[in-house]
């Protein structure tokens, strides 16, 4: 069972972080290594070719380990979540008459990218609306099912929402995808690393995920996995390095048409990145050996007792076989005054999210008990 972890970050005592997925902590072995990486471009002598390909190729390795597939160059190193979008979109090749489905209030850049390709190809961008009721990934699920049709395309999610971490059935959803022959592409920023996705399991044709939340990585670097149904795509640049036999520096001015393969053709220039690549390979390594089971099971302990208490004050939750318990929207009750309760938390030092009208609760494995205490003063005290 997983213990508390804080001793490996620098989070001082006087500060309650329930933030994660705003942004991670930077675990103190990936600060580290980062301050080691910056150091070596002073003596750039010694880097050699090979180093242009290992941290790369290391980062692939990992998050291909945190999402269970065995082809590694299915992955590629993007420097954000729009731009893995972007590769999608570039590659979706859609007609008039078909449509592309998303969930409303979804994060923009799992919106803008579609409604820019649907306005270009004559095709139509379905927002299936949030539910207003009870378990709301049950009911948004639903919905979602019932707008796929024939001429469905592609599905678009998050695996939950970034703004309330409402969980999708991303099984139901794949199934009805593959009935109509739509790809099912889902943004994994607010959820992989904290909550298991298998994308073997789960047969996905994209996973996109920025590395600085819940990968615990540095900002401006992501990771993305592609299925087979981009095997023969076109790439967003077209760069040295994901040619094919890039390795042989020599050969360089021999220009190729070949791609390398898989997902190797929509890895992004100076992919290398010699200080950012490595401090996300260590971070999910650290994932890798907490076990991100772990992690999930240890934000539900830690918030269990506070998730009854907000109920009892009113506040909407859904119920816990529904959570994602590393990303909780807690509704307030009619009545509580948002700005007063915002003013409480900023008074005693607790860092939360407000998206929408939840206020969006994100703990992580340096995160106690006792933070979720000082969290619920903050509503006692504005309840009175």
């Known amino acids: 069972m997983l213990s508390c972890q804080k001793s490996l970050?620098?989070?001082?005592?006087?500060?309650?972080?329930?933030?994660c997925a705003y942004m991670s902590p930077q675990l103190k072995q990936v600060e580290r290594i980062g301050q080691e990486m910056?150091?070596?471009?002073?003596?750039?002598?010694?880097?050699?070719?090979?180093?242009?390909?290992?941290?790369?190729?290391?980062?692939?390795?990992?998050?291909?380990?945190?999402?269970?597939?065995?082809?590694?160059?299915?992955?590629?190193?993007?420097?954000?979540?729009?731009?893995?979008l972007g590769t999608v979109a570039r590659n979706l090749n859609l007609k008039s008459g078909q449509n592309v489905i998303v969930a409303e209030e979804q994060f923009p850049?799992?919106?803008?990218?579609?409604?820019?390709?649907v306005e270009e190809s004559g095709a139509e961008l379905k927002v299936v609306k949030a539910p207003t009721g009870s378990p709301r990934g049950t009911l948004w699920t639903e919905a979602i099912l019932q707008t796929i049709d024939a001429n469905t395309a592609m599905v678009a999610l998050g695996n939950v929402h970034w703004a309330d971490g409402t969980l999708y059935d991303l099984k139901r959803i794949r199934v009805r995808t593959e009935e109509v022959g739509a790809l099912l592409v889902i943004d994994g920023t607010q959820s992989v690393g904290a909550l298991p996705l298998d994308v073997s399991e789960l047969r996905l044709d994209a996973l996109v995920c920025g590395g600085y939340k819940w990968l615990m990585g540095p900002y401006s670097l992501g990771v993305?996995?592609?299925g087979p149904r981009f095997d023969n795509g076109t790439p967003l640049e077209e760069n040295w390095i994901n040619r094919l036999n890039s390795e042989d520096f020599s050969g360089l001015i021999n220009y190729r048409d070949e791609y390398k393969p898989q997902a190797g053709?929509?890895?992004?220039?100076e992919q290398s990145n010699f200080v950012l690549a490595p401090m996300l390979t260590a971070a999910i390594e650290q994932l890798l050996?907490?076990?991100?089971a772990n992690v999930q099971g240890y934000c539900q302990r830690i918030a269990a007792n506070a998730i009854e208490d907000l109920r009892e004050m009113g506040c909407q939750i859904d119920p816990n076989t529904h959570l994602a318990h590393h990303l909780i929207g807690v509704r307030l009750p009619e009545g509580m005054d948002m700005p007063r309760l915002q003013a409480e938390f900023k008074k005693r030092r607790v860092y939360v999210?407000?998206?929408?009208?939840?206020?969006?609760?994100?703990?992580?494995?340096y995160n106690t008990p006792d933070d979720f205490e000082v969290l619920l003063d903050c509503f006692r005290e504005v309840r009175g």
């Open 289 to 292: 050996e907490w076990g991100v």
């Open 353 to 365: 999210s407000t998206r929408g009208n939840a206020i969006r609760v994100a703990p992580n494995v």
């Open 109 to 117: 850049s799992n919106y803008y990218a579609w409604k820019r390709v």
């Open 38 to 84: 910056v150091s070596r471009k002073s003596q750039p002598w010694l880097i050699q070719p090979d180093d242009f390909f290992k941290p790369g190729e290391a980062l692939k390795s990992a998050f291909a380990r945190l999402i269970n597939t065995q082809e590694k160059d299915r992955i590629a190193v993007i420097p954000s979540v729009s731009y893995g």
């Open 9 to 19: 970050f620098s989070i001082s005592e006087e500060i309650t972080y329930l933030n």
């Open 265 to 269: 053709r929509y890895m992004m220039g």
């Open 224 to 226: 993305a996995y592609y």
